[in-house]
């Protein structure tokens, strides 16, 4: 191998002995640094999810025999719409009623996403600042006692994000709904015991989100039912959704149950109250898949028209993590072991697994139901799972049908697209590497490029490289964009490839600050990454 003088000689001698076509300036348009917005590579990929619905059938009913759920309904959002929906069972054991889609489950704890999104139209309503100790707008949180002198004030941020201090409360929580606004108030004013120190862990709070929903109610002047019908239901066509169960028909009402002693045990309807915020609605599948495609709706950001509620930008500030809430390894039935990490968003659970990087979701669950929705913002696609069995499970079933979708090859990622610029500057290095020209590489190369790295010394590199590779080098294969100003491609050669990457600087007009040229290995593939599966 020739040492480094020799080859930055030989690099000064072929820039000085080779020149490319007269150079044509970039058009102004092709210098442009705003991308499209992110796109699904597959065009068919609707109808193959279609293909794995009926085996997400069999998969829904088998999971309902096997844990003896009475009822349940589910469904299947893709693109903003409600691709498959399904009820199997019976809404009232006693009658033997059948459910059908329409049919009305309580959805307990995913009733907080509808709070959060809430608090997020008063914030950005300028109502409420989310960073400001929440007793401004719940009065009887200033005597709270806190834990040690130095604990922070709580914050509306801190009880969106489950990270008040307040104790884990999930047995409690749930017979809390009939609770009346001076219960709530007087449980206040006595005190409320702290488990953490505000704005330090991460800790489930049924409490927390009923104070979210009492700022809801001072903030705005009306009940916090009245408010989520009027501001957030109706919006939306959500005209089955409430949080009173005798609003609901009865010929469309699911009555919950419990298993005891091998016999189905109805459970009493529990009321709105002052907790209604943390847990009391009430939905169907058609409603609750509305809710889901708002939410996915938030992705990818764009412009155009928003929603009738909330801002996309605010949408996608709930979905993800507010919190973390750590990492955590299981393993399956099958013996396949998987890493998730992830936290708390507003009213959403954020998690991130070996398969999916991001994945929002949140359960619910009380005396007599057991709630499911979960949806992959990347890929457009969600699930919703409804049963009126108490903690029905879905989780599992859930990870079940996310497979079967993954087996049609239609269960895809959006990808980024390129800016203009990045796609000029693609044209520019690739010119670059097939044949070193110094004036083209100083209207490429951002200011730090030849300070980094000499040119001489690049040129020298990168003709190193294309020599060992054969020469006659030529971009082969798709352009892997990771982001509107960052990307790879591939040049294949003679006798070898070489992998090319460009990150362009935060300059207008975008130029080249990081470029790195790689030999590629035999079988070697551009943007694989490493999984977190043995």
């Not at 072929?14 to 590579?41: D, E, H, I, N, R």
């Not at 049919?103 to 996403?113: G, P």
């Not at 330090?200 to 104070?211: M, P, T, W």
Request: proline fraction near 7%; hydrophobic fraction near 45%.
């Amino acid at each position: 191998m020739r040492p480094l003088s020799a080859l930055v000689q030989a690099a000064a001698t072929l820039a000085a002995t080779f020149t490319l076509a007269p150079f044509v300036a970039v058009p102004l348009a092709a210098q442009s640094s705003l991308a499209p917005p992110a796109a699904f590579p597959v065009p068919d990929r609707v109808a193959r999810l279609t293909r794995a619905l009926p085996r997400i059938d069999s998969a829904m009913q088998a999971f309902a025999e096997r844990n003896r759920v009475p009822g349940i309904a589910y469904g299947v959002i893709v693109d903003g719409q409600l691709l498959h929906v399904q009820a199997v069972g019976v809404r009232d054991v006693a009658r033997s009623a059948p459910l059908d889609t329409s049919s009305v489950f309580r959805i307990a704890s995913m009733t907080k996403s509808f709070t959060a999104l809430a608090i997020l139209q008063l914030r950005d309503a300028g109502r409420i600042a989310l960073d400001e100790p929440a007793e401004r707008y719940v009065p009887e949180l200033a005597g709270l006692r806190y834990p040690v002198s130095d604990a922070p004030r709580i914050t509306v941020r801190h009880l969106l994000t489950h990270s008040a201090g307040f104790p884990e409360d999930n047995p409690w929580g749930d017979q809390q709904l009939a609770a009346t606004d001076e219960d709530l108030a007087h449980m206040l004013r006595t005190g409320v015991p702290f488990s953490n120190v505000p704005g330090v862990a991460y800790e489930y709070s049924n409490l927390g989100f009923a104070l979210l929903g009492r700022i809801v109610q001072n903030v705005s002047g009306m009940r916090y039912a009245q408010y989520i019908r009027e501001r957030v239901l109706q919006p939306l066509g959500m005209t089955s959704t409430t949080m009173e169960a005798r609003d609901v028909p009865e010929r469309r009402l699911a009555h919950g149950y419990r298993v005891q002693d091998g016999a189905w045990l109805e459970e009493p309807p529990l009321p709105d109250g002052s907790f209604g915020a943390m847990g009391g609605m009430l939905t169907s599948a058609a409603d609750l898949s509305r809710w889901v495609a708002l939410m996915l709706d938030a992705w990818p950001p764009r412009g155009g028209a928003e929603s009738p509620v909330l801002r996309r930008s605010s949408l996608r500030e709930m979905q993800q993590v507010g919190r973390m809430r750590g990492t955590s390894v299981t393993r399956a039935a099958s013996g396949d072991v998987a890493l998730n990490a992830g936290g708390y968003g507003y009213g959403l659970g954020i998690t991130q697994s070996c398969q999916f990087g991001h994945v929002v979701a949140h359960s619910g669950g009380l005396p007599g139901f057991g709630s499911l929705m979960r949806w992959l913002p990347d890929y457009g696609v969600g699930i919703i799972a409804l049963g009126n069995r108490t903690y029905t499970g879905w989780s599992g079933v859930v990870d079940d049908a996310f497979a079967l979708l993954a087996e049609t090859g239609g269960l895809v990622a959006r990808v980024p697209q390129p800016a203009p610029v990045l796609l000029a500057m693609r044209d520019h290095v690739t010119q670059l590497v097939q044949q070193w020209d110094q004036p083209l590489a100083d209207r490429t190369a951002a200011m730090n490029l030849f300070l980094d790295e000499p040119a001489p010394r690049r040129a020298a590199a990168i003709g190193a490289l294309r020599d060992a590779a054969g020469g006659q080098c030529r971009n082969d294969g798709p352009f892997v964009v990771e982001n509107a100003l960052r990307g790879q491609w591939r040049m294949q050669c003679a006798t070898g490839a070489l992998r090319v990457g460009i990150t362009l600087a935060p300059t207008e007009p975008a130029r080249v600050q990081q470029l790195t040229v790689t030999a590629m290995r035999p079988g070697e593939v551009l943007g694989a990454v490493a999984t977190c599966r043995p």
